[in-house]
């Protein structure tokens, strides 16, 4: 079989554009390619799995680091993909205690594997190796891990933006889930089943709110969110009560125009469960232009 010159040439054009990436109209070789990377994070010296879901090209890339509730059956893993497609890396794991992660679990325990995981992607060999840009780190979390974003963000001031969906204030009032006889006998029974929550019950979980529910009311911080973006995206349900946990920390964070707080309230379940693409839209309108410095120069 005879094959002509321009056919040779349209073969050989094939094969090469295989081996090669298009970005914004340049091809360029060995560029990397997204993936998903296994983590291993140490928080007190207690190991927590993660999963790095890594953008195309060689960064470093702006990262926003997924923080799950209570006690995590929605991951939003959905939206780590779609910001992944976007240019971000994106970061899930499990606090200490939950879910074979090594230590036990509890809310000021999981309030310092955020702040773990933040150091470790900070860490010089850690973003190099995963391509992450060390200054361009957003914390996004779902219902306790609402609170867990926003507390991040308050307490570590290299934290660009926090999103929160659905958020709860697990101090809210200095009360947090025992705010009334029936709201505490709720959270209690149900917090007694969470067997894959290591060294937890009902019992720990009223201990603790009681113990630290000035502490962990994210109001009597709000303060320290000097000016940075937060974006709360609110369920039209009654898991997270508006009034006594959302709507309070609002005011406090914008008071005298200190914060500016984009807020949407979508009418849906407390896992967004219809609104799956406008919660991930929103998300990433917001973090891309609140939360992304343009000047730096990704290496692509």
């Not at 799950?68 to 970061?91: F, S």
């Not at 999103?163 to 101090?171: E, F």
């Not at 019992?203 to 113990?211: D, G, N, R, S, Y």
Request: charged residues 20%; negative net charge.
């Amino acid at each position: 079989m005879k094959i002509t010159a321009h056919l040779t040439i349209a073969i050989t054009s094939l094969l090469f554009g295989l081996a090669t990436s298009t970005v914004f109209g340049e091809q360029l070789d060995n560029e990397p390619a997204a993936s998903v990377v296994e983590l291993t994070i140490l928080s007190q010296q207690q190991r927590m799995p993660g999963l790095a879901y890594l953008a195309r090209g060689h960064g470093p890339h702006p990262t926003a680091i997924l923080l799950h509730g209570y006690p995590g059956n929605e991951k939003n893993l959905d939206v780590a993909q779609d910001l992944r497609r976007q240019g971000w890396n994106t970061v899930f794991f499990n606090y200490r205690g939950a879910w074979g992660a090594e230590g036990e679990f509890s809310f000021l325990n999981a309030e310092q594997d955020v702040q773990a995981v933040i150091q470790y992607l900070q860490e010089k060999e850690t973003a190099n190796r995963l391509r992450v840009d060390p200054t361009q780190i957003s914390l996004i979390g779902h219902s306790m891990g609402g609170h867990m974003a926003i507390a991040g963000l308050l307490d570590n001031s290299s934290v660009r933006c926090a999103v929160s969906y659905d958020g709860a204030n697990l101090g809210a009032g200095d009360k947090g889930f025992l705010s009334s006889p029936e709201s505490a006998r709720l959270w209690m029974d149900y917090s007694d089943t969470l067997f894959m929550l290591n060294g937890w019950s009902g019992a720990k979980m009223q201990q603790e709110v009681l113990q630290h529910a000035t502490r962990l009311n994210l109001v009597n911080r709000a303060s320290q969110a000097k000016g940075r973006p937060i974006l709360m995206i609110v369920a039209d349900t009654d898991v997270i009560p508006v009034d006594e946990h959302i709507i309070p920390l609002r005011q406090a964070l914008t008071k005298d125009g200190a914060t500016d707080v984009s807020y949407h309230l979508l009418k849906d379940d407390h896992s967004f469960s219809n609104t799956r693409t406008q919660l991930s839209n929103l998300t990433y309108q917001f973090i891309d232009a609140n939360c992304r410095d343009y000047s730096v120069n990704e290496v692509r």
